[in-house]
């Protein structure tokens, strides 16, 4: 009966445990610029130019999101139901978007550091959830 109660409160230490740790990579693959300029070991400049590259690009992409929500708003208030685009349009539109920043950042970064840096931004392999969404075990 002892033993019993010490594995329960082991195991329930390691679920508080566990639960305590990050989940893994941030929210949608997105990184704060220091962590960026720690994992591809930038310099002043370039962690300052990678800043201005994304900030570019992050008010590139509110200014479509803004034009898409009028869009859609213009659409109910003609009374049709908005439709959102096909979900290969969209993968196709953060492809392009993606290849972009690449692309501005190849003047900027080693081929190292762009190495890198296309390893930390690629989607994540598998289905849904932390498991990857497989067979079980």
Same mark, same amino acid.
């Given at each position: 009966?002892?033993?019993?109660?010490?594995?329960?409160?082991?195991?329930?230490?390691?679920?508080?445990?566990?639960?305590?740790?990050?989940?893994?990579?941030?929210?949608?693959?997105?990184?704060?610029?220091?962590?960026?300029?720690?994992?591809?070991?930038?310099?002043?400049?370039?962690?300052?130019?990678?800043?201005?590259?994304?900030?570019?690009?992050?008010?590139?992409? /509110?200014?479509?999101?803004?034009?898409?929500?009028?869009?859609?708003?213009?659409?109910?208030?003609?009374?049709?139901?908005? /439709?959102?685009?096909?979900?290969?349009?969209?993968?196709?539109?953060?492809?392009?978007?993606?290849?972009?920043?690449?692309?501005?950042?190849?003047?900027?970064?080693?081929?190292? /550091?762009?190495?890198?840096?296309?390893?930390?931004?690629?989607?994540?392999?598998?289905?849904?959830?932390?498991?990857?969404?497989?067979?079980?075990?």
């Amino acid at each position: 009966m002892k033993g019993l109660n010490l594995l329960i409160a082991a195991l329930g230490l390691a679920a508080g445990a566990a639960n305590a740790q990050p989940p893994g990579p941030p929210p949608g693959g997105r990184f704060d610029l220091d962590e960026i300029a720690i994992l591809l070991d930038l310099d002043a400049y370039q962690k300052g130019e990678v800043g201005r590259v994304l900030d570019e690009q992050r008010q590139a992409m /509110q200014a479509e999101r803004e034009a898409q929500r009028a869009a859609r708003e213009q659409q109910r208030e003609s009374g049709t139901a908005p /439709q959102p685009p096909p979900r290969d349009e969209l993968r196709a539109r953060q492809g392009a978007n993606r290849e972009q920043v690449f692309s501005k950042l190849q003047n900027i970064l080693s081929e190292q /550091q762009m190495t890198k840096l296309k390893i930390l931004m690629q989607p994540p392999q598998g289905g849904r959830g932390p498991g990857g969404g497989g067979r079980p075990l």
